[in-house]
């Protein structure tokens, strides 16, 4: 292919918009340009290495015995109406209507669609298990659209459902997935790492995600370097020491904490240490007012809450909610006595047998010290969980070594679904017996668009991209710096077919510019290697090729005639 007739926008500028690298790189580089927020145009070259990402997980899926369908986009609404996520996804899904006023989504994902299939589609053992798939356009109103391809309104998901006669034969198929997304990741030049995470929408069963490290991840996660424990940190564990229970305590006074609000003010005001406190909340939980406490220097986990209480909904209370529930505001609230009695009251594990410590008194401006939570406090013992937020240096639940935390991009995920969903639709098939049975469901998604992204992320320099050869729009540019010489442009053009002959996806810079303008573009868009065709060179004994990684110093200077041999060893 000529550059000249292709399509090529590389821009010198960052967009505005852009915070992080990939994003900057993704426009710049004329793989992609914005539309509108969390909108974006697939440009020639991103659509190069789109299609390539596309047909890895093609193969690795087909050859992971899945079967490749293609649903409708657009979905009724009464499939959503029948697990009742028509009313739960809220705002996050666009809803449309059609003109005989039939409410419809432009999907989000596609569980209850492939329910619905499968229901009709399947009647006996015999079909089982089946696994079907399909790379499609999803939707997303997502609350904040940013970082590109990241987290966009519209993106490409490869989405796979799995249908199986029992738990076991389910957990088969669940690792099978797994396996083939950890080819899915390692053949794009993706370092990925399988953690463990939270079921949320989907149901609590066991799920893992697939983060590729990055700084500019946006999910939290907990690693132990020695035994590769690996957890996002909304349901990371942690081994904690259970609250020392020494000496005994007065009973709680009060103190005039004027003004003091937060920890770090009281804890500044007293001259005590944050982790003598109990930070208490009072969430929303479904309309209920509950209140979590946990030690002063730790956060609560929000997610591990809505968990823990089977909860559809869990938010921060309003004022009026708090002040009902406590007789004080946020700030002053804590679990001794509350205005409310009848408060549920829950806590995290590590207060258990906690004494001594200073809690909100449910009056402003006030706290009270010397609380003993075997004493003082009315929190049922099954009310005690694991609810904060885990930390670095906190120990791994299953070594007991100091854990760290990273950044992480999710560019995939699998589900244990059971029966949530076959359940709803009454998905049943004929067992060998003729009992009539549930299917057991898994979901499996990977993000597409994202994952493109996160390969920029993670195989980027100050210049530009460096793609991996497998999902290179092109793995090679062949940089002619005479285009009006025919030598120099026979030798060029030979070397393009030898190369397309060996199915080595090339492109031939051809343009009227300057040598500098040419190189920069190629390090830019990172073509995995670059070979330099010029009178000057050809005249000191050859082409020059230079893997994009690899800095000038290990460029070769080749034989026009060793220049194909020597471009294909490069791409290793
Ligand atoms: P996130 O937590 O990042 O919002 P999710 O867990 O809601 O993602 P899933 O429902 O698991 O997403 O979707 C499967 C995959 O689709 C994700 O692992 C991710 O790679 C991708 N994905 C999800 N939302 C977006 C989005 N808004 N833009 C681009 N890709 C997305
Ligand atoms: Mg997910």
Redesign the pocket.
Same mark, same amino acid.
């Given at each position: 292919m000529k550059w000249t007739k292709t399509f090529i926008q590389t821009l010198r500028e960052d967009p505005q918009d852009a915070e992080i690298d990939s994003h900057k790189l993704l426009v710049r580089a004329g793989i992609c340009r914005k539309t509108a927020s969390g909108l974006f145009t697939f440009m020639p070259l991103g659509m190069r290495t789109l299609r390539k990402i596309e047909q890895i997980v093609r193969e690795e899926m087909d050859a992971a015995g899945a079967i490749e369908i293609l649903m409708p986009a657009l979905q009724p609404a009464e499939l959503w109406q029948k697990t009742g996520r028509w009313d739960t996804m809220g705002a996050n899904m666009f809803r449309l209507r059609d003109r005989a006023e039939h409410e419809m989504a432009m999907g989000p994902?596609a569980e209850e669609e492939v329910t619905d299939l499968m229901t009709n589609a399947i009647s006996s053992y015999r079909q089982l298990p089946v696994t079907v798939y399909q790379i499609q356009t999803k939707f997303?109103d997502?609350t904040r659209p940013r970082f590109g391809? @990241?987290?966009?309104k519209e993106?490409i @998901?490869k989405d796979a459902y799995s249908f199986d006669v029992d738990a076991e034969a389910a957990d088969k198929s669940y690792w099978t997935m797994y396996h083939a997304y950890e080819r899915i990741f390692a053949r794009c030049g993706l370092k990925a790492t399988p953690v463990q995470a939270d079921g949320g929408d989907m149901g609590d069963s066991m799920t893992h995600?697939f983060h590729a490290l990055a700084d500019a991840g946006?999910d939290g996660i907990a690693c132990c370097p020695v035994c590769g424990y690996a957890a996002n940190l909304e349901r990371a564990e942690r081994k904690f020491t259970a609250a020392e229970a020494a000496g005994e305590f007065p009973l709680p006074t009060e103190i005039h904490t004027p003004g003091a609000k937060t920890i770090d003010q009281v804890s500044a005001f007293m001259g005590v240490p944050g982790s003598a406190f109990v930070k208490s909340l009072v969430y929303d939980v479904d309309g209920k007012p509950v209140m979590v406490c946990v030690p002063g220097d730790r956060d609560v986990n929000d997610v591990k809450v809505k968990r823990f209480l089977g909860a559809k909904k869990v938010e921060l209370a309003n004022n009026a909610m708090v002040l009902d529930a406590t007789g004080a505001n946020a700030g002053s609230v804590g679990p001794v006595k509350p205005a409310d009695a009848s408060l549920r009251i829950i806590a995290d594990q590590s207060l258990r047998g906690a004494k001594g410590r200073i809690v909100g008194a449910n009056k402003d401006d006030y706290h009270l010290k010397d609380v003993d939570f075997t004493r003082d406090v009315k929190i049922a013992d099954a009310d005690f969980a694991d609810l904060i937020v885990c930390g670095a240096g906190d120990l791994c639940p299953k070594c007991g070594k100091p854990m760290e935390l990273k950044r992480g991009i999710?560019? /995939?995920?699998v589900f244990k679904l059971g029966t949530k969903y076959t359940q709803a639709f009454h998905t049943v098939y004929k067992s060998e017996t003729a009992d009539e049975k549930l299917c057991i469901m898994g979901c499996y998604?990977? /993000?597409v668009?994202?994952t493109l992204q996160a390969v920029i992320e993670q195989s980027h320099d100050k210049d530009g991209i460096i793609w991996p050869a497998s999902i290179a729009p092109y793995q090679v540019v062949i940089d002619l710096l005479d285009p009006d010489d025919a030598e120099v442009v026979k030798i060029a053009e030979e070397l393009e077919s030898q190369l397309e002959l060996q199915g080595v996806d090339v492109i031939v810079d051809d343009r009227a510019e300057r040598p500098g303008v040419k190189f920069k573009d190629a390090d830019l868009i990172g073509f995995t290697v670059r070979a330099v065709v010029g009178k000057r060179g050809l005249e000191k004994g050859g082409v020059e090729v230079k893997r994009r990684a690899e800095d000038k110093s290990q460029m070769k200077i080749v034989p026009p005639a060793e220049a194909a041999a020597a471009i294909v060893a490069a791409l290793g």
């Open positions: 994902t997303r997502e391809l @990241m987290r966009s993106f @998901m995600e946006e999710e560019v /995939g995920q998604g990977v /993000g668009t994202r």
